[in-house]
């Protein structure tokens, strides 16, 4: 999470929302409401500077926030999906994180300018027959739309969601007019969350976890007797990146720019077509955002993100060049 939200799915198709349609792929956005959620949880309520109507998005969907101090963060969409004109998005404090959510609790306030990018879904809400979704923390954020999706389509589905304490758990009073399908479990007073629940689920049952690593960990465990495409996640930092599959350098050509570069061992994909004069939107730099996903054209990609699932990268035709490198001598990108 990157500030406030996490990012990174496995186990179901993916579902990529086009970017805003604007010049460079970015729109401004003003600060029209910061309140707080919890402890330690503020909440923006944002607004298209010129008032316009804002790209559409789907459960599970989350932005780039660009600030004026220049750091470009992702947060999950939380907010009514069917108001064209606002957007919400829920960030926590993290003290030793890398500066994003000590800026927006520090110094970001109303009226305030930020520029958007997005948004894209790399976490969609496949069909089910019933949903248990499964939240710690501030990874309640993009289950909020997606529980409102599953109500509006009459599916059933339940609510586990954790927290350290009641104080710090953001939404419950927006989260207490569904009744006994959420179950609030801070830790201070029920200990772990009881992921047996998992295994009582009806058949037909799609789990959605987002949440720290140690519950996304748990949960997969829990898990693991669910059918395949049956588990989707979201992690707040990226996986362990595995080594490169080769130590030498490759070449990258980018088919639309007409320009090919050498990527050398100690250099990113990223970098080095920024080097040639061909930047791509990126954010995280830790293949988890989806923010700077390339198209594959030719070539085997290596790949070393935190969200492509196995059927993703099989079919080899996307890239994420801020940490996925190249299995091949030339790796042709739609840049």
């Excluded at 947060?75 to 000590?102: F, I, N, Q």
């Excluded at 109303?110 to 790399?122: I, M, Q, T």
Aim: charged share 20%; hydrophobic share 40%.
């Amino acid at each position: 999470m990157l500030s406030g939200m996490s990012i990174t799915s496995d186990a179901s198709p993916r579902q990529v929302a086009p970017a805003a349609p604007s010049s460079g792929g970015k729109v401004g956005l003003r600060v029209t409401r910061v309140e707080t959620l919890a402890e330690g949880v503020r909440g923006l309520t944002l607004s298209a500077a010129d008032d316009g109507r804002l790209p559409d998005w789907t459960p599970g969907s989350h932005v780039d926030l660009t600030f004026d101090n220049g750091l470009t963060r992702q947060y999950s969409l939380c907010g009514d999906r069917w108001d064209p004109h606002t957007y919400r998005v829920a960030v926590l404090r993290e003290p030793a994180g890398r500066g994003g959510s000590a800026y927006v609790h520090d110094e970001l306030a109303e009226g305030d300018r930020v520029e958007l990018a997005g948004p894209r879904n790399n976490f969609a809400l496949a069909p089910a027959d019933h949903y248990l979704f499964i939240a710690g923390g501030i990874g309640i954020t993009p289950l909020l739309p997606m529980m409102e999706q599953a109500a509006m389509l009459d599916i059933p589905w339940t609510l586990l969601y954790g927290g350290r304490h009641r104080a710090s758990m953001a939404f419950l009073d927006q989260l207490a007019r569904w009744g006994d399908r959420v179950l609030v479990r801070p830790q201070d007073e029920y200990g772990l969350l009881d992921l047996s629940v998992i295994g009582d689920q009806p058949a037909g049952t799609k789990v959605y976890c987002c949440g720290p690593e140690p519950l996304l960990d748990a949960v997969r465990v829990a898990a693991a007797g669910l059918p395949a495409g049956h588990l989707r996640t979201e992690r707040f930092v990226a996986g362990a990146i595995p080594p490169p599959v080769r130590s030498t350098s490759f070449e990258v050509e980018l088919a639309r720019s007409g320009v090919t570069v050498t990527v050398e061992p100690g250099s990113s994909v990223l970098d080095a077509v920024a080097g040639a004069g061909v930047p791509i939107l990126a954010s995280c730099r830790q293949g988890i955002c989806g923010t700077c996903e390339t198209g594959v054209i030719d070539g085997t990609p290596d790949h070393r993100d935190s969200l492509l699932d196995d059927e993703d990268r099989r079919r080899g035709d996307c890239f994420y060049p801020c940490v996925s490198r190249a299995a091949c001598d030339l790796l042709v990108l739609d840049a």
